[in-house]
């Protein structure tokens, strides 16, 4: 008889870290947190944007930005995942008939529901220079702000973005 050993299977949580990371950079590059308040940003959040650990140095704010985009600056290390993240989000918005700036919205939320750090991010450091929602998607996503305002109107009317992250941001 043969005792085969039952396969432990380590499970980690898929926190969206490149996918994260991609958004945080265009954040801080964006201009919608000031560069003082840069350097009071946590080693904590950023570390939880990237899933590694990370080493922020007291420097000038614009040395503080190199670093950041350095740290930022990660290769894929789940591409599969992110690319299932990926199809779903667009299988989705072809079910419910959505064009590719919905899908975009989505893959953001969806990004910004699973790595609570980009979301944290963006609530304390960037909220008090976003002029909307639209304005801030626009900026991260590059996108016209009137086609996400138009994208935007779409996804709140059929209900998908009422619990997410960015419901709890809707503050503008």
């Keep these: 008889m043969v005792i085969r050993k039952k396969r432990t299977r380590s499970i980690h949580r898929y926190l969206c870290h490149f996918l994260a990371s991609n958004f945080a950079s265009i954040l801080i590059n964006s201009e919608l947190i000031d560069n003082e308040e840069l350097t009071e940003i946590s080693q904590s959040t950023f570390e939880g944007i990237t899933g590694k650990t990370v ?21 894929d290390k789940a591409p599969a995942l992110t690319e299932r993240l990926a199809n779903n989000v667009d299988t989705l918005a072809e079910c419910l008939q959505l064009d590719d700036i919905a899908a975009s919205i989505i893959q953001f939320t969806a990004v910004m529901t699973l790595n609570k750090s980009l979301f944290e991010l963006i609530n304390s450091y960037a909220y008090y220079r976003i002029e909307s929602m639209a ?14 305002e138009t994208a935007l109107d779409e996804l709140w009317s059929i209900g998908l973005l009422i619990s997410s992250r960015l419901a709890q941001m809707n503050h503008c």
């Excluded at 922020?56 to 930005?65: A, C, F, Q, V």
């Excluded at 304005?135 to 996400?148: A, G, K, Q, V, Y």
């Design 55 to 75: 080493k922020l140095s007291d420097s000038t704010p614009e040395k503080h930005i190199g670093r950041l985009n350095k740290i930022l600056s990660l290769k």
């Design 135 to 148: 304005h801030l998607l626009s900026i991260l996503l590059n996108i016209d702000e009137l086609l996400i």
